[in-house]
């Protein structure tokens, strides 16, 4: 007689440990007291125990958080197995656990990282982001593309989002071929005007942009220029292969390949869910460099980052950007309106997803001055200048929908009611 599926199993979701923090890693030497920076333990025992209450529905095998105050680091911790606890991954399966050291996919986090070396290009004055994108690639400029800047691609107004839906993922590791269908790509939405996300479309050409204004490709560019001088340890499009095994693994869960959702990510990404997530642990894939979609970084590599947003463009004490090309960077270029591709009230800047206020889709209510950008599917990093704050959360459940959701909501609430918006007087940040 056939045993009926457990309800864990309807649902999608992984097994729990009943001792909690047999699965937990706290980076104690690096978290501060919480004190120092106007805030209580108390407080922050509370926003870890949301992020408990959320591992516990589910959804995510693993949950990481880092939390930046006036500069300090006031939390980062993480729950969870970066391999072995999938939904459909046995006891007998080796478990391995989550520290904020190990390297996780950015997914489409990683247009943030892209975003800000083509404003670093244009601060050394290689380019200019209100010259079309057909100055620096000629070919780009067929079937009426000749007009669409590197301004308007870098906001979500470029014109053709989903120009690589149908395309295989393979073609993907070759960024010739990929440009070359970009070229010979048409238009979709008119350039300039609504708000449509490009999923996969821009980072290539940001790339080829790069290659042909510097002699480098985007890859050693951004090691030159923001993770040697910062001394990150992962931060690279995708991972070398003696890191390979390191990384942490992807799992498909909730609700994500039934109707609508089904759906829903063929129409935004071209493929359902359980394909990209399959593909997203493809050593192919974390070996190419897909800029759009496959930087590879730590919780505290993506921490720093922010960070070095957050403080002007300078980190410990080296400069990467001037302070206007990062205020450049998170200027909004639009009012919240609804993105016709991922069909979601958006506010974006040239290459930042913006929070809004009162109510703050991505980053909590209050947000109107936070920048960041979302990784497939609700990982979050981001800085508020207001709250003088950076908090990178990441985690590796893919579910559009599922338990997991309120519990989210629920944190984004706390951290923004824990540390409310400062007075300007307080506010160290430049920005």
């Keep these: 007689m056939s045993r009926l599926p457990s309800f864990s199993s309807l649902l999608n979701t992984i097994a729990i440990p009943k001792d909690l923090e047999s699965v937990e890693t706290w980076d104690s030497d690096a978290e501060c007291d919480p004190h120092e920076v106007g805030m209580t333990t108390a407080q922050v025992n509370a926003l870890w125990g949301s992020v408990r209450h959320m591992y516990r529905k589910g959804n995510h095998p693993c949950i990481t958080l880092c939390l930046r105050k006036h500069g300090r680091v006031v939390l980062s911790r993480a729950i969870g197995h970066s391999r072995g606890n999938g939904p459909q991954e046995g006891p007998e399966t080796e478990k391995i656990l989550m520290n904020t050291d190990t390297p996780i996919g950015l997914f489409s986090a990683s247009k943030a990282i892209t975003a800000m070396l083509v404003h670093l290009l244009a601060e050394k004055g290689h380019i200019d982001l209100h010259e079309p994108i057909a100055t620096y690639i000629p070919e780009f400029g067929r079937h009426k593309k000749e007009h669409i800047t590197i301004h308007q691609l870098l906001s979500h107004q470029g014109g053709f989002p989903t120009a690589l839906n149908d395309t295989p993922f393979e073609t993907w590791f070759d960024h010739q071929a990929v440009i070359e269908l970009l070229c010979d790509a048409r238009l979709?939405?008119?350039?300039?005007?609504?708000?449509?996300?490009?999923?996969?479309?821009?980072?290539?050409?940001?790339?080829?942009?790069?290659?042909?204004?510097?002699?480098?490709?985007?890859?050693?560019?951004?090691?030159?220029?923001?993770v040697k001088p910062l001394g990150m340890q992962y931060l690279d499009y995708g991972v070398s292969a003696d890191n390979l095994h390191k990384i942490a693994l992807n799992y498909s869960t909730g609700y994500s390949d039934n109707f609508p959702f089904k759906a829903y990510m063929?129409?935004?990404?071209?493929?359902?869910?359980?394909?990209?997530?399959?593909?997203?642990?493809?050593?192919?894939?974390?070996?190419?460099?897909?800029?759009?979609?496959?930087?590879?970084?730590?919780?505290?590599?993506?921490?720093?980052?922010?960070?070095?947003?957050?403080?002007?463009?300078?980190?410990?004490?080296?400069?990467?950007?001037?302070?206007?090309?990062?205020?450049?960077?998170?200027?909004?270029?639009?009012?919240?309106?609804?993105?016709?591709?991922?069909?979601?009230?958006?506010?974006?800047?040239?290459?930042?997803?913006?929070?809004?206020?009162?109510?703050?889709?991505?980053?909590?209510p209050h947000t109107g001055k936070a920048f960041g950008h979302m990784g497939f599917t609700n990982m979050l990093s981001w800085a508020d200048p207001s709250r003088d704050i950076s908090v990178t959360f990441l985690n590796t459940g893919k579910a559009l929908f599922g338990l997991h959701v309120p519990a989210a909501v629920s944190i984004l609430k706390q951290i923004s009611k824990i540390c409310p918006v400062l007075p300007q007087t307080e506010r160290r940040s430049p920005l």
Excluded: W
């Design 188 to 226: 979709q939405y008119p350039a300039g005007k609504p708000l449509q996300y490009h999923a996969v479309s821009g980072g290539h050409l940001f790339a080829e942009i790069i290659q042909r204004v510097t002699g480098k490709n985007i890859a050693d560019y951004l090691q030159e220029v923001i």
């Design 266 to 364: 063929k129409r935004a990404f071209g493929h359902p869910m359980k394909d990209v997530v399959k593909f997203s642990n493809d050593p192919r894939f974390l070996k190419s460099v897909i800029p759009s979609a496959n930087v590879v970084a730590s919780t505290r590599d993506t921490s720093m980052f922010f960070e070095l947003l957050l403080n002007g463009g300078t980190l410990n004490g080296v400069q990467v950007f001037k302070p206007e090309t990062v205020r450049e960077a998170i200027r909004p270029v639009c009012d919240f309106g609804m993105d016709r591709v991922i069909l979601l009230p958006m506010r974006y800047s040239a290459g930042m997803m913006l929070g809004n206020s009162p109510f703050g889709l991505l980053y909590g």
